[in-house]
């Protein structure tokens, strides 16, 4: 669906930080990052990654942000409405 529709999709790393996804659609960045199970939630990679990049939106699909299945089921563009 992303190249169908003219979205990148990339994986971000710095050192020890990360980020899932990350896709870009002309000049809209969205950061995704995929939690599973119920440890502790780091979001370290998201907050680096945020302060280096303009970021549109960030995604956290989880029990607690958006849950899989929704993620699954949206249309790739409404991230970047």
Same mark, same amino acid.
Not at 45 to 62: A, M, N, P, S
């Given at each position: ?14 050192a020890?930080?990360e980020?899932d !996804?990350?896709?870009?659609k002309?000049?809209?960045? %969205?950061a =995704?990052?995929?939690k599973? &199970?119920?440890?502790?939630?780091? #979001?370290?990679?998201?907050?680096? !990654?945020t ?6 939106? %960030?995604? =956290?699909?989880?029990?607690? &942000?958006?849950e899989?299945?929704? #993620? ?9 409405a």
């Amino acid at each position: 669906e992303a190249a169908a529709c003219g979205v990148e999709v990339y994986y971000w790393r710095k050192a020890n930080y990360e980020v899932d !996804f990350v896709m870009l659609k002309g000049r809209k960045i %969205v950061a =995704i990052e995929v939690k599973s &199970g119920k440890g502790r939630r780091n #979001f370290s990679g998201l907050k680096l !990654f945020t302060e280096q990049y303009k970021t549109h939106r %960030v995604v =956290i699909v989880d029990n607690f &942000g958006v849950e899989l299945e929704k #993620f699954l089921e949206t249309p790739i563009l409404e991230w970047f409405a």
